[in-house]
C-alpha cells in the first residue's frame, strides 16, 4: 500500500508560480514511476507529466511544456510539479499518482494510487 498526499495548491495570479509536492508513504521501496494529473470541473481528468523511478525520464504534456517540470526526490519519497507562468486555464484539482512500473504513462487508468489533490487556481 502507498499514501501520498498533496501539497502546495493555492490561488495565484497568471504569470505566478506554485510549486505541487506529493508525499509518499508506505511500501515505498517499491515505489515506480510517478505522475501529475489535473481535472477541472465537468472535464476529463488529464495527464501533466510523468517520471521514472529513477528520475532519469520525464515527460510532460504538450499543454505544459516549457511551463511545468516534473522531479523527484527518492531519499524524501516525494514527487514535485514546479509550475511557473500559470494561466486561468491550468486551474484544476492537481492529483499525484504512483504505479508499480519503472516508467510512466499517460493514461490515469493505470495508476493504482493516488493522492487526495490540492486545488491550484490562477487568476487573470
Known amino acids: 500500500q502507498v499514501h501520498l498526499v498533496e501539497s502546495g495548491g493555492g490561488l495565484v495570479q497568471a504569470g505566478g508560480s506554485l510549486r505541487l509536492s506529493c508525499a509518499a508513504s508506505?511500501?515505498?521501496?517499491?515505489?515506480?514511476?510517478m505522475g501529475w494529473f489535473r481535472q477541472a470541473p465537468g472535464k476529463e481528468r488529464e495527464f501533466v507529466a510523468g517520471?521514472?523511478?529513477?528520475?532519469?525520464?520525464?515527460s510532460h504534456a504538450d499543454s505544459v511544456k516549457g511551463r511545468f517540470t516534473i522531479s523527484r526526490d527518492n531519499t524524501k519519497n516525494t514527487v514535485y510539479l514546479q509550475m511557473n507562468s500559470l494561466k486561468p486555464e491550468d486551474t484544476a484539482v492537481y492529483y499525484c499518482?504512483?504505479?508499480?512500473?519503472?516508467?510512466?504513462?499517460?493514461?490515469?487508468?493505470?495508476?493504482?494510487?493516488w493522492g487526495q489533490g490540492t486545488q491550484v487556481t490562477v487568476s487573470s
Open positions: 517520471i521514472s523511478r529513477s528520475g532519469g525520464s520525464t
Open positions: 508506505g511500501r515505498t521501496f517499491s515505489s515506480g514511476a
Open positions: 499518482a504512483a504505479r508499480s512500473s519503472a516508467f510512466p504513462g499517460t493514461d490515469y487508468r493505470d495508476y493504482a494510487y
